[in-house]
T-cell receptor, first 111, second 116 residues
């Protein structure tokens, strides 16, 4: 499968900005997903990037560079409820769309 | 509308017992995926259904794991003779489209299985 790397943990204060990086292998690339997962809950969809560039969706933005095999998720105006794990995932293998996930980045927002 | 639901939410089994985990996908979704998530890790793919057809079971860890979706909606993941290493959260996800279409997957809350 894919080798997907993202940092294990990041800590930031309320109101600040945090950038979560994700790197992946570029062969057979077919888009990249970001999911948010609160402890004990379902992963919830945040974004899907298939073309290069930045996509903004409210306080969350996602960036993709296909040539570099690199994406980031930008969380602005951090709120306490943003404390969660953020998962980077790419479809891999055949055409069924199964996802290969990174291990997740635990974001801790402090007052 | 209703999202993906899973039952039970928590299951404790003694080593050697069989368990059955249920997934109710979003109505009308063609694709259904099962993932296994260990503590502190991302979900790992187990198996994929397109309607009632199981098209990929390459992620099932052993022949003790079996999944079905007989009528193309509800799916059941069965684990026979459970072992301690089976302890994990089992997530189900569904997506609207089928073969060849990368599509957003919507996840259920998972079943946390603990094998003693």
């Amino acid at each position: 499968g894919q080798n997907i790397d993202q940092p294990t943990e990041m800590t930031a204060t309320e109101g600040a900005i945090v950038q979560i990086n994700c790197t992946y292998q570029t062969s057979g690339f077919n888009g990249l997903f970001w999911y948010q997962q609160h402890a004990g809950e379902a992963p919830t969809f945040l974004s899907y990037n298939v073309l290069d560039g930045l996509e903004e969706k409210g306080r969350f933005s996602s960036f993709l560079s296909r040539s570099k095999g690199y994406s980031y998720l930008l969380l602005k105006e951090l709120q306490m409820k943003d404390s969660a794990s953020y998962l980077c995932a790419v479809p891999w293998g055949d055409s069924w769309g199964k996802l290969q996930f990174g291990a997740g980045t635990q974001v801790v927002v402090t007052p | 509308g209703a999202g993906v639901s899973q039952s039970p939410r928590y299951k404790v089994a003694k080593r050697g017992q069989d368990v059955a985990l249920r997934c109710d996908p979003i109505s009308g979704h063609v694709s259904l995926f099962w993932y296994q998530q260990a503590l502190g890790q991302g979900p790992e793919f187990l198996t994929y259904f397109q309607n009632e057809a199981q098209l990929d079971k390459s992620g099932l860890p052993s022949d003790r794991f079996f999944a079905e979706r007989p009528e193309g909606s509800v799916s059941t993941l069965k684990i026979q003779r459970t072992q301690q290493e089976d302890s994990a959260v089992y997530l189900c996800a569904s997506s609207k489209r089928g073969q060849g279409k990368t599509d957003t997957q919507y996840f259920g809350p998972g079943t946390r299985l603990t094998v003693l």
